[in-house]
């Protein structure tokens, strides 16, 4: 079984903080995600990574940046958090990018981030 | 328009009913479509991929209509535990492939 896992579930951080969110997944895929998650607003992606050191913009990357300093773990960073950050984060993998059964995402639990 | 749309519902249907859900994309170059379920705050897991003759898992239908550009779920005989969000997801070719979600679509089954 694919397990990804996020280093908090519940997280409640200060405007101006610096945040980190963890993700790593165990099952040595190429491609890990960043997404944040809204009512009404669906799954956005924030940033995506298909190899270590390499990382793409996705539809909403403004404030946000992320690390994959080794395959298994992506890191996203909010560098100064705002209250317009808040929203549930999700990080999910894939082993690649040819093929159904590759491509398929295996999420984690999920962060809800909170800015006061 | 968006790129994929689902109809956010919520659909609320009796025990034992069928149910259909559509999602419609706008990008006709778009290459793979999956149907993900989504339970009450959890994450996101595959129900099944969509493919293009048409795929079946138990009680669940998927097809594919590429000349209209929308995939549909098909749940026969609804069950309690079918209560849930279906999201639609399209993936597009160029270069790295570009994943959307859909908003989804709710399900609740009632008794």
């Known amino acids: 079984d694919v397990k990804v896992t996020q280093s908090s579930r519940y997280l409640v951080k200060r405007t101006g903080e610096k945040v980190f969110l963890e993700c790593v997944q165990d099952m040595d895929h190429e491609n890990m995600f960043w997404y944040r998650q809204d009512p009404g607003l669906g799954l956005r992606l924030i940033y995506f990574?298909?190899?270590?050191?390499?990382?793409e913009k996705g539809d909403i990357p403004e404030g946000y940046s992320v690390s994959r300093e080794k395959k298994e773990r992506f890191s996203l960073i909010l560098e100064s958090a705002s209250t317009n950050q808040t929203s549930m984060y999700l990080c999910?993998?894939?082993?690649?990018?040819?093929?159904?059964?590759?491509?398929?995402?295996?999420f984690g639990p999920g962060t809800r981030l909170l800015v006061l | 328009r968006k790129e994929v749309e689902q109809d956010p519902g919520p659909f609320n249907v009796p025990e034992g009913a069928t149910v259909a859900f559509n999602c419609t994309y706008s990008?006709?170059?778009?290459?793979?479509f999956f149907w993900y379920r989504q339970d009450c705050r959890k994450e996101p897991k595959l129900l099944m991929s969509v493919y293009s003759s048409g795929n079946e898992d138990g009680r669940f239908t998927a097809q594919l209509n590429r000349a209209s550009q929308y995939i549909s779920l098909l749940i026969r005989d609804s069950k309690l535990s079918d209560s849930a969000t279906y999201l639609c997801?399209?993936?597009?070719?160029?270069?790295?492939?570009?994943?959307?979600f859909g908003t989804g679509t709710k399900l609740q089954v009632i008794p």
């Open positions: 997801v399209v993936t597009s070719s160029g270069g790295y492939q570009k994943v959307t």
């Open positions: 990008n006709s170059a778009s290459q793979s």
């Open positions: 990574s298909y190899d270590v050191k390499m990382k």
């Open positions: 999910a993998s894939s082993l690649s990018w040819t093929g159904k059964f590759q491509e398929t995402q295996y």
